[in-house]
């Protein structure tokens, strides 16, 4: 079994950064890619950026420029670097992995708690 564990939310103003951190622990294989998704109350979760083990990347429109995802693949952890925070980021931050236990040859998603993230003045 793969466990993430998200952290780094909280409350911030307009403007203003946070950065999220998730790392994977467990009898992990291999991680494909990691990433983070996003929803907001009376929304469908979205993805907001991922990357994978070779370090592509890709982001939604709406944090293009503004977010940037990291990984450092020997901790098994992705972070997300989040700035010029809108209103409209507000919501539960998700980590997701695809990763290969040791037991199985084939990936599954692994999904962590999830973390808060709130911008308001």
């Known amino acids: 079994q793969v466990q993430l564990v998200e952290s780094g939310g909280g409350l911030v103003q307009p403007g203003g950064s946070l950065r999220l951190s998730c790392a994977a622990s467990g009898s992990i294989f291999s991680i494909y890619a990691m990433g983070w998704y996003r929803q907001a109350p009376g929304k469908q979760r979205e993805l907001v950026a991922g990357i994978t083990s070779g370090g592509t990347t890709n982001y939604a429109d709406s944090v293009k420029g503004r977010f940037t995802i990291s990984r450092d693949n020997a901790k098994n952890t992705v972070y997300l670097q989040m700035n010029s925070l809108k209103p409209e980021d507000t919501a539960v931050y998700y980590c997701?992995?695809?990763?290969?236990?040791?037991?199985?040859?084939?990936?599954?998603?692994?999904w962590g708690q999830g973390t808060q993230v709130t911008v308001s003045s």
């Open positions: 997701n992995a695809e990763a290969v236990v040791t037991t199985l040859k084939e990936g599954h998603d692994y």
